[in-house]
């Protein structure tokens, strides 16, 4: 499986964007998907995550209420809608795949199959 995220960019503090984790090789449908962010010199920190049928998910208490995550599993695509973007959400993002498809868990050390990130910078 490689993911690839995208959608990254620029955006003035308020703004938003819409980051798309796609997946190729063999299908994601059939794990739970998460997103992470890291910055320099700092630990990967979990965003949020989803589980295989789309209807559950868990946020980060940092990002609740700004961001949201879903999926299309017809389309192999995780997505991470970021909204109210703070300069202090700039970072990498990273999507991944829990290796045992519990979507609650919110450790890196249980997710796989890591892209290679999307810049995120929220500045004026």
């Known amino acids: 499986v490689q993911l690839q995220a995208s959608g990254g960019g620029l955006v003035q503090p308020g703004g938003s964007l819409r980051l798309s984790c796609a997946a190729s090789?063999?299908?994601?449908?059939?794990?739970?998907m998460g997103w992470f962010r890291q910055v320099p010199g700092k630990e990967r920190e979990f965003v949020a995550s989803i589980d295989l049928s789309g209807r559950r998910t868990n946020t980060a208490d940092s990002v609740k209420g700004r961001f949201t995550i879903a999926r299309d599993n017809a389309k192999n695509t995780v997505y991470l809608q970021m909204s109210g973007l703070k300069p202090e959400d700039t970072a990498v993002y990273y999507c991944a795949r829990n290796k045992i498809g519990n979507f609650y868990q919110t450790s890196a050390d249980d997710y796989s199959y890591w892209g290679q990130g999307t810049q995120v910078t929220v500045s004026s």
């Open positions: 090789g063999r299908t994601i449908s059939l794990r739970a």
